[in-house]
């Protein structure tokens, strides 16, 4: 946003201050200045108005001329040394002295040439930075008096800034706005615009408006619309001021009338749209939702096609503006225009927001509507309009003001204490300082000891918290002011970080294991993740404010996403086949949100390959152990918890090809691996299997201390092997049963020896084993570190354990 130097000193008065020091104040507040440039003349020292009093030959050179030029009525007149030929005895010209700097950086210095010196210079306007004529002198009309700063003779310079305003900041797209912040800043008085026609006197009856009414059909995007009616005003080039207001800051003056809704959109930040009252068709103007496929044609003179989400400002007839955007050619105001009605109001920021990114329409207008314009503001802006008109344009207000809907409520009063402001801040200064920066920004501050009630102004809607007024003093006071202090906190290097140093664990395995890593938004959306999640609470997950509207929750799972790469992929061919992720999932628990860390992983088998040769399948197997080795990198006990089966429900895992092992809130993790459901591989258009697994850890598990780990010499000595054979039901999962024996096994064999190793050899079913049975066979193996285990005691051991078996578990052992 452009913002004259100019402009704004009928606001606040900057003349001590420099643009450099504007500037900088300016950054300091939060508003980045991207460029200052200068119009017209810049500020130059030592360069004044001077008379040529003689002209004589340079006796050495041909085309100089050496002149005697007074600059000062008293003193004796200065010898310059001239090449130019377009001046006469008696002009007056501008002079640079000695000492002074031209634009450019040209420094002025005495100087001597062939012979003869010189003693500072007059000026081309090339050398003034007024022009491009670098031949002659700058012929100064009108006699201006001798001795006179050049600056005086051209006042029109001015100094621009190009400030970056944050979004959240919209009453700062106004030129009152950056007065109201550098008043506050320097410690300054802010003028407002003061308003001729009296708000308190407007009559509410009395002779016919140009229209007969406004009808609000949007009441939800339009809470407030006034229109004014003005008769028999003359459309004529605007002033000379006003037009180089609008010219400094990159606006082109039209007529009058538009220019001052142009100039008091600038001055207030209100946008304001002046109608010609002859081209409103049935005298009525009609505030309601666009039909579908309806047509406009904006002041650019392109048709725009409209639809039902967008707000129009209609007559009986037809549209005439995109509310809030842009007007049409319909009901412009130009040269054969006598009568206006002049629009003000405040429209809902969605959804003008909206409308113009649908229609790929930026204008000054929607730039502040869609940000929030001050709801209290449109009045004001009116009768400022309506003051210029009168004063530029002449005519007469005729009928009553013509309301529909009312101000937006904005009061909101913010409970605070000076002691929690110290607190954020981390350094002492008086409640006095505190005071004085709130109602310098304008705030209502109402005190009892210690706890204030702070009332923000109504063009503030950034500000509703205690911690807002925190930053907003801070902001006002100078982080440059800040005094220093040594900061002592326990730190972390990021790679010693348990989170930071497993997700890289991870990362480097399964890399390695040929997947690729993929990384994904954090949200995805309700309807996905209320289908897949469905036992999830989602309301703690959703977003106030979404971006999008398949992004409206927190995610819960990796999975949905790897899913995604997977079906792009697909869809490409690019033949990825292999994906992982590692990031951050979050979990409703007992109405709080938890987040985890989470690593997945998916692969996809096709229905179809055109390989060569044949390589072993990717199985569930072949994902368990993958989940193994990322548990155990994680510091988790898998085996000691053993793995139960998944139920199916709404569970995107395949009931009877999928497990899982561990929950959040007894073991801190949970873990799943097999085969996803056929119906979640179907919904992404994905033709085959796809398998895969998904760990979910609390970050706290991380944090646990797990003692300290020592090491253990391997054994020299070979092992002993036993066979068992348990029959067991049939639904029973084989690991279930291998846990349970390992744990009977290590208690009965105690510090006598170790068990080294549990693992399934045979499954069998048919006959001899009941019918809804099946027997697994397992294979014991037993190691000691310090000598050969005999058969004796092995089976001791082996005979103890068949006999618990036998009395502490329903299983029977298959001879």
């Known amino acids: 946003?452009?913002?004259?130097?100019?402009?704004?000193?009928?606001?606040?008065?900057?003349?001590?201050?420099?643009?450099?020091?504007?500037?900088?104040?300016?950054?300091?507040?939060?508003?980045?200045?991207?460029a200052v440039g200068e119009t017209g003349l810049p500020q130059l020292e030592k360069v004044v108005v001077g008379q040529v009093l003689s002209r004589d030959r340079h006796p050495n050179a041909d085309r100089l001329g050496v002149c005697r030029v007074t600059v000062d009525e008293t003193d004796a007149p200065l010898q310059n040394l001239c090449g130019a030929s377009n001046y006469r005895v008696g002009d007056r010209v501008p002079v640079a002295l000695v000492g002074s700097t031209l634009p450019g950086g040209h420094k002025i210095d005495a100087t001597e040439l062939r012979g003869v010196k010189s003693f500072g210079m007059m000026c081309s306007p090339l050398e003034m930075g007024l022009g491009e004529d670098h031949e002659g002198l700058l012929i100064l009309d009108g006699e201006p008096e001798i001795g006179t700063p050049i600056n005086r003779v051209f006042p029109d310079s001015d100094t621009v800034f190009d400030l970056e305003v944050t979004p959240n900041r919209p009453d700062c797209l106004s030129h009152l706005g950056i007065g109201r912040e550098l008043a506050a800043y320097f410690g300054k008085e802010l003028v407002y615009p003061e308003l001729k026609t009296d708000p308190g006197h407007l009559p509410s009856t009395g002779p016919s408006a140009l229209i007969e009414g406004v009808t609000v059909l949007s009441p939800e995007n339009c809470p407030n619309y006034i229109a004014y009616s003005i008769r028999g005003v003359k459309i004529a080039p605007s002033p000379d001021w006003l037009q180089g207001y609008l010219r400094a800051v990159d606006q082109r003056p039209i007529n009058n009338v538009v220019d001052i809704t142009n100039f008091v959109l600038l001055e207030l930040g209100q946008p304001l749209h002046a109608f010609d009252?002859?081209?409103?068709?049935?005298?009525?103007?009609?505030?309601?939702?666009?039909?579908?496929?309806?047509?406009?044609?904006?002041?650019?003179?392109?048709?725009?096609?409209?639809?039902?989400?967008?707000?129009?400002?209609?007559?009986?007839?037809?549209?005439?503006?995109?509310?809030?955007?842009?007007?049409?050619?319909?009901?412009?105001?130009?040269?054969?225009?006598?009568?206006?009605?002049?629009?003000?109001?405040?429209?809902?920021?969605?959804?003008?927001?909206?409308?113009?990114?649908?229609?790929?329409?930026?204008?000054?207008?929607?730039?502040?509507?869609?940000?929030?314009?001050?709801?209290?503001?449109?009045?004001?802006?009116?009768?400022?309009?309506?003051?210029?008109?009168?004063?530029?344009?002449?005519?007469?207000?005729?009928?009553?003001?013509?309301?529909?809907?009312?101000?937006?409520?904005?009061?909101?009063?913010?409970a605070i204490s000076p002691q929690y402001i110290r607190n954020l801040a981390g350094f002492d200064f008086p409640d006095g300082r505190i005071r004085e920066v709130l109602r310098a920004l304008e705030c209502a501050v109402r005190e009892r000891d210690d706890h204030w009630?702070?009332?923000?102004?109504?063009?503030?809607?950034?500000?509703?918290?205690?911690?807002?007024?925190?930053?907003?003093?801070?902001?006002?006071?100078?982080?440059?002011?800040?005094?220093?202090?040594?900061?002592?906190?326990?730190?972390?290097?990021?790679?010693?970080?348990?989170?930071?140093s497993l997700a890289r664990q991870h990362s480097r395995y399964l890399a390695n294991r040929h997947f690729q890593e993929c990384i994904n938004y954090s949200l995805r959306s309700e309807d996905e993740i209320s289908r897949w999640f469905g036992h999830l609470d989602l309301d703690p997950l959703r977003l106030e404010n979404p971006i999008a509207s398949d992004q409206t929750h927190l995610?819960?799972?990796?999975?949905?996403?790897?899913?995604?790469?997977?079906?792009?992929?697909?869809?490409?061919?690019?033949?990825?086949?292999?994906?992982?992720?590692?990031?951050?999932?979050?979990?409703?628990?007992?109405?709080?949100?938890?987040?985890?860390?989470?690593?997945?992983?998916?692969?996809?088998?096709?229905?179809?390959?055109?390989?060569?040769?044949?390589?072993?399948?990717?199985?569930?197997?072949?994902?368990?152990?993958?989940?193994?080795?990322?548990?155990?990198?994680?510091?988790?006990?898998?085996?000691?918890?053993?793995?139960?089966?998944?139920?199916?429900?709404?569970?995107?895992?395949?009931?009877?090809?999928?497990?899982?092992?561990?929950?959040?809130?007894?073991?801190?993790?949970?873990a799943q691996i097999g085969r996803l459901r056929f119906k979640v591989v179907k919904e992404w258009d994905l033709e085959g299997d796809v398998l895969g697994g998904s760990l979910e850890i609390l970050p706290a598990k991380l944090g646990e201390d797990e003692g300290l780990v020592t090491y253990r010499p391997f054994s020299q000595f070979p092992p002993a092997a036993k066979d068992l054979a348990l029959v067991v039901d049939e639904s029973l999962l084989a690991e279930t049963v291998r846990c349970q024996l390992g744990k009977m096994a290590r208690q009965v064999a105690g510090k006598r020896f170790d068990l080294e190793a549990v693992s399934v050899f045979d499954v069998y079913k048919g006959e001899g084993i009941p019918k809804g049975k099946k027997s697994l066979a397992f294979n014991l193996r037993f190691r000691a570190n310090d000598r050969t285990l005999t058969d004796k005691e092995v089976g001791e051991v082996f005979s103890a354990l068949q006999d618990r078996v036998e009395a502490s578990t329903p299983y029977r052992i298959r001879n």
């Open 453 to 500: 009630k702070v009332e923000p102004p109504s063009w503030r809607g950034d500000l509703y918290r205690p911690a807002d007024l925190a930053e907003e003093f801070l902001r006002l006071y100078g982080s440059d002011r800040i005094p220093d202090a040594p900061v002592a906190m326990s730190g972390m290097d990021h790679r010693d970080a348990p989170v930071a």
């Open 1 to 34: 946003m452009l913002i004259s130097l100019n402009w704004l000193g009928n606001y606040i008065d900057l003349s001590d201050k420099t643009g450099e020091e504007i500037a900088h104040a300016l950054n300091m507040l939060g508003f980045e200045v991207e």
């Open 555 to 670: 995610r819960v799972s990796l999975i949905p996403g790897l899913l995604d790469a997977l079906k792009f992929n697909r869809a490409r061919d690019t033949g990825l086949e292999r994906v992982f992720e590692v990031g951050n999932i979050f979990h409703e628990r007992e109405r709080r949100v938890y987040e985890l860390f989470s690593v997945a992983f998916l692969v996809f088998i096709p229905d179809r390959t055109t390989s060569w040769k044949k390589r072993e399948a990717f199985d569930f197997y072949s994902a368990k152990s993958i989940m193994e080795v990322l548990a155990k990198a994680a510091g988790l006990d898998i085996e000691s918890i053993g793995y139960r089966t998944v139920d199916g429900g709404g569970s995107l895992w395949l009931q009877g090809h999928s497990a899982s092992v561990g929950t959040l809130t007894d073991d801190g993790f949970e």
């Open 277 to 414: 009252a002859n081209k409103i068709g049935g005298r009525e103007i009609i505030v309601r939702q666009a039909q579908e496929g309806e047509t406009i044609v904006t002041l650019d003179n392109k048709e725009r096609i409209l639809n039902s989400d967008m707000l129009v400002i209609a007559d009986a007839e037809k549209p005439l503006v995109v509310a809030g955007v842009m007007g049409s050619v319909e009901a412009e105001v130009d040269e054969n225009t006598v009568d206006i009605v002049l629009e003000s109001a405040y429209f809902n920021p969605p959804n003008i927001r909206k409308t113009s990114r649908r229609l790929g329409l930026s204008s000054d207008s929607s730039y502040r509507f869609e940000r929030g314009v001050d709801p209290n503001g449109a009045d004001f802006a009116a009768l400022r309009a309506i003051d210029l008109i009168m004063e530029m344009a002449g005519g007469e207000r005729v009928g009553p003001v013509i309301q529909t809907g009312a101000e937006p409520a904005v009061e909101r009063e913010i």
